[in-house]
């Protein structure tokens, strides 16, 4: 994986298409709004009411505030702006509040796929946006696809490589991360010692690496070393949005947990921070591995 110089986007995108970014927290919609300068192109940014912690590096950028309750409001605004791409990027932490969503004439008509897709989970309400606003002639595209320098190579990433145990390790826990992808729980598992001993819930890979750092001290796992965490897209997941990711705090947290390594799906997943995340691995010696991955990298 290359940082020197912006690699083309995988979408072409025409001069002057108009790009929106509807911002969660964290910094990939940071990155992305970056990596869209980088290539031509000046975003649009929507934030997301309540989510965003790194407003101040929007400042350059024109700009309006949603609340998740004002969906309804979000196709009148696109089309507003002239805006014929979105790009759905960072975290929303939780979800609208059906009882405090404000109707629109649009909206009403696709309330009742609103209240399906949150029965199916985070997964099952992405898909429906993304469809949604195509229906009304958005094209929404992937992070990975307009800045693909985001996008986790194949291989190793870092100058450590897993050894014999570790692989034992990354085919457990990717075992796991994709039982539990399937049933839309989470994207990430972490094994340790050949079997997977935790699996990623509501509270993220954050809450995931804690609890691993907790349990180092308990049962059998007391006095067993290395272990590796797996980040990769649940089966069938709409990838334009909320891919697996890892970033400089992922590093901090797994070499706190104990752990030998991370291993991501090459081409579905980013690394955020990227010359920061790689660095700070190195000089904690843990590994960073890029897996081939067994479905296709569009989502579609």
């Given at each position: 994986?290359?940082?020197?110089?912006?690699?083309?986007?995988?979408l072409?995108?025409?001069?002057?298409?108009k790009?929106?970014?509807?911002?969660?927290?964290?910094?990939?919609?940071v990155?992305?709004?970056?990596?869209?300068?980088?290539?031509?192109f000046?975003?649009?940014?929507?934030?997301?009411?309540?989510?965003?912690?790194?407003?101040?590096?929007?400042?350059?950028?024109?700009?309006?505030?949603?609340?998740?309750?004002?969906?309804?409001?979000?196709?009148p605004?696109?089309k507003?702006?002239g805006i014929?791409?979105?790009?759905?990027?960072?975290?929303i932490?939780?979800?609208?509040?059906?009882?405090?969503?404000?109707p629109?004439?649009g909206?009403?008509?696709?309330?009742p796929?609103?209240?399906r897709?949150l029965?199916r989970?985070d997964?099952?309400l992405?898909?429906?946006?993304?469809?949604?606003?195509?229906?009304r002639?958005?094209?929404?595209?992937?992070?990975?696809?307009v800045?693909?320098?985001?996008?986790?190579?194949?291989?190793?990433?870092t100058a450590?490589?897993?050894?014999?145990?570790?692989?034992?390790?990354i085919?457990?826990?990717?075992?796991a991360?994709?039982a539990?992808?399937?049933l839309?729980?989470?994207?990430a598992?972490?094994?340790?010692?050949?079997?997977?001993?935790?699996?990623?819930?509501?509270e993220?890979?954050?809450?995931?690496?804690?609890?691993?750092?907790?349990?180092?001290?308990?049962?059998?796992?007391?006095?067993?070393?290395?272990?590796v965490?797996?980040k990769?897209?649940?089966?069938?997941?709409?990838?334009?949005?909320?891919?697996p990711s890892?970033?400089?705090?992922?590093?901090?947290?797994?070499h706190?947990?104990?752990?030998?390594?991370?291993?991501?799906e090459?081409?579905?997943?980013?690394?955020l921070?990227?010359?920061t995340?790689?660095?700070?691995?190195?000089?904690?010696?843990?590994?960073?591995?890029?897996?081939p991955?067994?479905?296709?990298?569009?989502g579609?």
């Amino acid at each position: 994986m290359t940082r020197a110089e912006p690699a083309p986007p995988r979408l072409s995108l025409a001069p002057g298409a108009k790009v929106g970014i509807i911002a969660g927290g964290g910094s990939l919609p940071v990155e992305v709004a970056d990596g869209l300068v980088k290539h031509g192109f000046v975003p649009f940014i929507i934030i997301a009411e309540g989510e965003v912690d790194r407003e101040a590096d929007f400042a350059a950028f024109d700009q309006e505030k949603l609340a998740l309750e004002d969906i309804g409001l979000l196709f009148p605004l696109l089309k507003r702006q002239g805006i014929t791409h979105l790009v759905l990027a960072g975290e929303i932490k939780r979800r609208p509040r059906l009882s405090k969503i404000k109707p629109t004439l649009g909206l009403l008509a696709i309330i009742p796929l609103v209240v399906r897709a949150l029965r199916r989970g985070d997964d099952g309400l992405l898909k429906m946006l993304t469809r949604a606003l195509e229906t009304r002639g958005i094209k929404v595209v992937g992070a990975h696809e307009v800045v693909p320098e985001l996008t986790a190579g194949e291989g190793a990433l870092t100058a450590a490589e897993p050894n014999q145990s570790d692989w034992r390790d990354i085919e457990a826990a990717r075992k796991a991360a994709k039982a539990i992808g399937a049933l839309d729980i989470g994207q990430a598992a972490i094994a340790i010692g050949g079997r997977a001993v935790a699996l990623e819930g509501i509270e993220g890979t954050a809450g995931l690496l804690d609890r691993t750092r907790e349990l180092r001290g308990h049962g059998r796992l007391a006095g067993k070393a290395r272990g590796v965490l797996v980040k990769c897209a649940k089966p069938g997941q709409e990838l334009r949005a909320d891919l697996p990711s890892i970033g400089p705090q992922t590093i901090e947290a797994a070499h706190a947990a104990g752990l030998a390594g991370i291993a991501v799906e090459a081409g579905r997943s980013l690394i955020l921070e990227g010359p920061t995340t790689l660095a700070r691995a190195n000089a904690l010696g843990l590994f960073i591995v890029g897996l081939p991955s067994t479905e296709p990298s569009d989502g579609r």
